[in-house]
């Protein structure tokens, strides 16, 4: 048995010198056994181990004899123990949460916490690998992708809601039994949980019900094949999971926690890697895959087959949405909008020459008039534009778009509605009120950004006389580049 744990610790690098290691200890015997054994095999090491015990405020008496039991144990092996106490069947009914995850919130909580107080690197639970057949049943159940049946990993980097810690799991390869009969042959003294006998709980159904049944009446070494069905599908999906991030690095951008991808190249690739790719934007977006489920993943990926500005909800806040070629998906940020809202039609006249400034949104135009010189080259530049000064017909306006806005599309005087303009360049709904455009009357001279294109009707000729220079300057964008 001692070997047995050995050669897994040492084959996962679960750990290593110098390590100082939280162990969670129930009182039950699979803690007891974790910690005599761990205890065993690095007594003479420079591996340091400190005890956490968690009391949950649910078997009263029970529990309390179990925190003294643990608090005595660690007395005889001179270890560091500390103990929490919580209220689960509080917390579950305030947050609308089973008493299992509760419970599961809870010890992860004082297991970050305890590891910050003792300077701990690695906290090692007592998973073995009855637990993992129970969590790739529980998981099945619940319609888990496929990477929660490839059972529990030997060692997770987990974030919680204190902190992120680095779990271990030194007793994967050891079954219940094997735990039992290793207490037993050492004499160690552990405490029963009584709720383990009890069926009110879905994993102790899994557990004295469907694990009980299968091993009675179908095939007695159940657990050892649910294990290695999981760990093929684990290798399977290792292999899928590298491609996986492959295409994720090309198809996916990801600006500050806004994650956006174009549809049509996500469908080029197999449904496999599709759902694969959502579901990583999912888990890096929530920083988690729990509650993150397959009908979740579906839903974004039906986003490519809808109308523009379809909008789903998504577990954590997070919402994913359709902007013509593409998605999106965010966490809108309270009291904080994605982009500056503009009300539409806002305006200030341009001064010709001179400065035109909007100081809420820091921008300005400078212009000036002068004579056109014959064979003069205008360099592109997408914040100098260059007019036909003769042929604007009213004062120049700054402002954003209005009803019945249009600009000339070709020489031959074709029009097109800035609407439609809109529409062609798939520029999204929500972002249209927020373009600037230099406006004479309805007629678009120029629209700034999305393209910087100018109406054909004051593009400069050979007949041209005088020309209008102006220099859009976002004083807002130039400190963001500082």
């Known amino acids: 048995m001692l070997k047995k744990v050995s050669d897994y610790i040492n084959s996962h690098n679960l750990i290593e010198n110098g390590d100082r290691i939280l162990v969670g200890v129930s009182g039950g015997a699979d803690s007891v056994c974790l910690l005599h054994i761990l205890s065993t095999l690095y007594q003479d090491s420079d591996v340091d181990f400190f005890v956490v015990h968690v009391h949950h405020g649910i078997r009263n008496e029970e529990a309390d004899r179990d925190e003294a039991f643990v608090k005595s144990l660690c007395e005889g092996l001179k270890l560091p123990y500390c103990a929490y106490h919580f209220d689960v069947i509080s917390l579950a009914g305030h947050e609308g949460l089973s008493e299992e995850e509760a419970g599961r919130r809870v010890r992860y909580k004082a ?96 557990r004295n019900q469907v694990l009980g049944f299968v091993k009675e009446h179908i095939n007695s070494n159940v657990i050892e094949h649910i294990t290695n069905a999981a760990g093929h599908i684990e290798e399977a999906y290792s292999f899928i999971d590298k491609y996986i991030n492959e295409r994720y690095e090309a198809i996916v951008s990801d600006h500050d926690g806004f994650y956006e991808y174009d549809h049509r190249n996500l469908r080029k690739e197999d449904i496999v890697i599709r759902k694969g790719i ?38 954590y806040g997070m919402i994913a949405q359709k902007e013509y070629d593409r998605v999106s998906i965010y966490i809108p940020l309270e009291g904080e909008k994605k982009h500056l809202h503009r009300e539409p039609g806002e305006s200030v006249e341009i001064s010709v020459p001179g400065r035109t400034e909007l ?27 260059w007019f036909d000064y003769d042929k604007i017909e009213n004062t120049l306006i700054l402002r954003t778009r209005k009803p019945g806005d249009y600009l000339q599309i070709d020489s031959q005087g074709g029009n097109k509605k800035l609407k439609d303009y809109f529409i062609d360049e798939k520029i999204p709904k929500d972002k249209r009120d927020e373009i600037f455009l230099v406006a004479d009357g309805s007629h678009i001279l120029w629209i700034i950004g999305y393209g910087n294109r100018i109406s054909e009707k004051y593009k400069i000729t050979e007949t041209t006389k005088k020309i209008l220079s102006m220099i859009f300057i976002n004083s807002k964008e130039k400190e963001d580049d500082r």
């Open 111 to 206: 297991f970050t916490d305890a590891s910050d107080r003792f300077g701990c690197n690695k906290v090692a639970v007592a998973h073995n690998k009855n637990d993992n057949a129970e969590t790739f049943l529980l998981n099945l159940f619940r319609g888990s992708a496929v990477k929660g049946l490839t059972g529990m990993d030997s060692i997770i980097n987990m974030n919680t809601d204190a902190g992120s810690i680095v779990v271990i799991r030194p007793l994967l390869p050891i079954t219940r039994e094997e735990i039992e009969a290793y207490i037993k042959k050492n004499g160690l003294k552990y405490q029963e949980d009584s709720t383990n006998l009890s069926d009110i709980y879905t994993r102790n159904k899994i």
């Open 278 to 315: 959502v579901r990583k934007i999912l888990g890096n977006l929530a920083g988690s895959l729990k509650d993150i489920e397959s009908k979740h993943v579906d839903n974004v990926l039906s986003l490519g087959k809808m109308q523009v500005g379809k909008m789903i909800n998504l577990p």
């Open 359 to 385: 100081k809420q949104y820091g921008i300005y135009i400078e212009t000036e008039v002068f004579d056109h010189e014959k064979n003069k080259a205008f360099p592109e530049n997408s914040c100098v534009k």
